[in-house]
């Protein structure tokens, strides 16, 4: 089993930043495709951004794309989402998730592991 918790939500301005970070434990997810998703109140869940294993291949979803950047550091078995040019249309509790291989996940949100969670509010 993975745990993975999220941290690093909060309240900002529009036009700020923040950083998420996951931290899984349990087992390494070195081999795990990373994700992150969204869902805003009322909304249904959303693909953001993933990362697969080697960190070569990166997926996000066009309305984050130049904004958003995830990465990972599988020697703190963390990942991480870079916020930047927050609007308020980003607000949504934002989730990361693992999957492992083979890996069926991806942008379909088909990943084995889920966290909690971490509210991000963006004030206009």
């Known amino acids: 089993q993975v745990q993975l918790v999220e941290s690093g939500g909060g309240l900002v301005q529009a036009g700020g930043s923040l950083r998420l970070s996951c931290a899984a434990s349990g087992r390494t997810v070195s081999s795990y495709a990373m994700g992150w998703f969204r869902q805003a109140p009322g909304k249904e869940r959303e693909f953001v951004a993933a990362?697969?294993?080697?960190?070569?291949?990166?997926w996000y979803a066009d309305f984050v794309k130049g904004r958003f950047t995830i990465s990972r550091d599988d020697a703190k078995n963390t990942v991480s989402l870079q916020m930047n040019r927050l609007e308020p249309e980003d607000t949504a509790v934002y989730y990361c998730a693992a999957d492992p291989p083979p890996y069926k996940g991806w942008t379909s949100g088909n990943y084995d592991y889920w966290g909690q969670g971490t509210q991000v509010t963006v004030s206009s």
């Open positions: 990362i697969n294993w080697n960190s070569v291949n990166k």
